[in-house]
């Protein structure tokens, strides 16, 4: 958004910025948005990026079918 809310020094953001004095509330203007517009990127850029896939912590269904490998040496009482 363009505005004509006044500065106290006027310089334009892009100069403000390469000072490192950038004011905590910023405007836009005309001067930054022409440098923004002259300054474009012109390659194919970086396409976007998804986080990883999550990994699943539940184990295989076979897992579930057989809770004990040999219920002959299962510790304790076997579940009827």
Do not use: K
């Given at each position: 958004?363009?505005?004509?809310?006044?500065?106290s020094?006027?310089?334009?953001?892009?100069?403000?910025?390469?000072?490192?004095?950038?004011?905590?509330?910023?405007?836009?203007?005309?001067?930054?948005l022409?440098?923004?517009?002259?300054?474009?990127?012109?390659?194919?850029g970086?396409?976007?990026?998804?986080?990883?896939r999550?990994?699943?912590?539940?184990?295989?269904?076979?897992?579930f079918?057989?809770w004990?490998?040999d219920?002959d040496?299962?510790?304790?009482?076997?579940?009827?």
């Amino acid at each position: 958004m363009i505005t004509s809310t006044p500065r106290s020094d006027g310089a334009p953001l892009r100069e403000l910025a390469e000072a490192g004095r950038l004011p905590d509330h910023q405007y836009m203007d005309r001067a930054t948005l022409s440098w923004i517009a002259c300054n474009r990127p012109t390659g194919p850029g970086i396409g976007a990026t998804l986080p990883h896939r999550p990994l699943l912590l539940v184990p295989d269904d076979s897992w579930f079918a057989h809770w004990w490998p040999d219920p002959d040496r299962m510790p304790g009482p076997v579940p009827s």
